[in-house]
């Protein structure tokens, strides 16, 4: 069985930092894009870093220069370092596994998400 645990998540002051981990269980991430998407109430899904097997990355403008996505392979883990968050990062946050179609990423395993908040 497939598993993507997330952790991390929790209420942090805007300007602070916090660091999203994903953890795969019945999944090896090495052999995977890999990506991080967000979603705050009313809104749709927004893909906001991606992590591609031949160790390249991706953010979405939003959070260029704020966020870092990285991986350990021993610890078949994936993180989302987040920085100088914003309110407007308020969301739940999710893992993803996947691979590239037509040049985009697609997204094929699910973790079950964690919330993040940013206020005051």
């Known amino acids: 069985q497939v598993q993507l645990v997330e952790s991390g998540g929790g209420l942090v002051q805007p300007g602070g930092s916090l660091r999203l981990s994903c953890v795969g269980k019945?999944?090896?991430?090495?052999?995977?894009?890999m990506g991080w998407y967000r979603q705050a109430p009313g809104n749709e899904r927004e893909l906001v870093a991606t992590?591609?097997?031949?160790?390249?990355?991706e953010y979405a403008d939003s959070v260029k220069g704020r966020f870092t996505i990285s991986r350990d392979f021993a610890k078949n883990t994936v993180t989302l370092q987040m920085n100088s968050l914003k309110p407007e990062d308020t969301a739940v946050y999710y893992c993803?596994?996947?691979?590239?179609?037509?040049?985009?990423?697609?997204?094929?395993?699910w973790g079950q998400g964690t919330q993040v908040t940013v206020s005051s």
């Open positions: 993803s596994a996947g691979d590239q179609v037509a040049g985009r990423y697609n997204p094929g395993y």
């Open positions: 019945g999944i090896v991430f090495g052999i995977f894009d």
């Open positions: 992590s591609f097997r031949g160790n390249s990355a």
